[in-house]
């Protein structure tokens, strides 16, 4: 049939087996795109038979974010700058996607979400959620003044934090990933 996997959220690749009946593909999907797990995830068909076509103009058809769609946007707008800066802060609620690196000059408050494809710098607290290397890209890094996540990713790699055991040392620390672990280092 067909094979979901995660390269990293929000990321999922689908691969379409060699013989896999048409029917029984698109139920299968069907069912995935039901799921909470798709939910703001791009898409990525793998493959280049007919049938992978198939799912990537349903996927388009559908308007489901796909990886080949969001590259076609990305060239359209060639001319954007690799980073993105942003010049407040992020409330609870907010989201920030970005194809590179993103600074944020201020804070990034608790269930704010940054996803970008390279690196995160915080010119101020981190409480919320920090997505960096989105596309499985594990040598990027987050950064930021203040340390208080609630979750970092970096590439395929997740390190989630509770609020009793994350306080800030009061120095600004990296975020990176060594011997395949998220570590913190002092900046």
Do not use: C, W
């Not at 799912?55 to 707008?77: C, Q, S």
């Not at 944020?104 to 915080?122: P, S």
């Not at 996540?149 to 997740?158: A, F, L, N």
Request: hydrophobic share 45%; glycine share 8%.
């Amino acid at each position: 049939m067909i094979e979901i996997k995660g390269i990293t959220l929000p990321v999922l690749i689908i691969r379409i087996s060699e013989g896999a009946e048409e029917s029984a593909v698109f139920e299968q999907l069907k069912k995935v795109l039901s799921s909470k797990l798709s939910e703001g995830a791009y898409f990525l068909v793998e493959g280049n038979s007919p049938l992978a076509n198939k799912v990537e103009e349903y996927l388009t058809k559908k308007d489901i974010k796909n990886i080949k769609k969001l590259k076609t946007a990305l060239e359209d707008r060639a001319l954007e700058p690799r980073l993105l800066v942003i010049e407040r802060h992020l409330r609870s609620g907010q989201r920030i996607e970005h194809n590179g690196d993103v600074l944020v000059l201020g804070n990034v408050n608790k269930d704010a979400q940054i996803v970008a494809t390279g690196n995160i710098i915080v010119m101020g607290t981190l409480r919320g959620i920090a997505v960096a290397g989105a596309l499985g890209d594990e040598s990027a890094v987050v950064v930021a003044l203040r340390m208080e996540p609630q979750q970092i990713r970096i590439g395929r790699r997740i390190a989630i934090s509770n609020e009793e055991e994350r306080i800030s040392p009061g120095y600004p620390e990296i975020a990176k990933v060594e011997d395949g672990a998220i570590i913190l280092e002092r900046v």
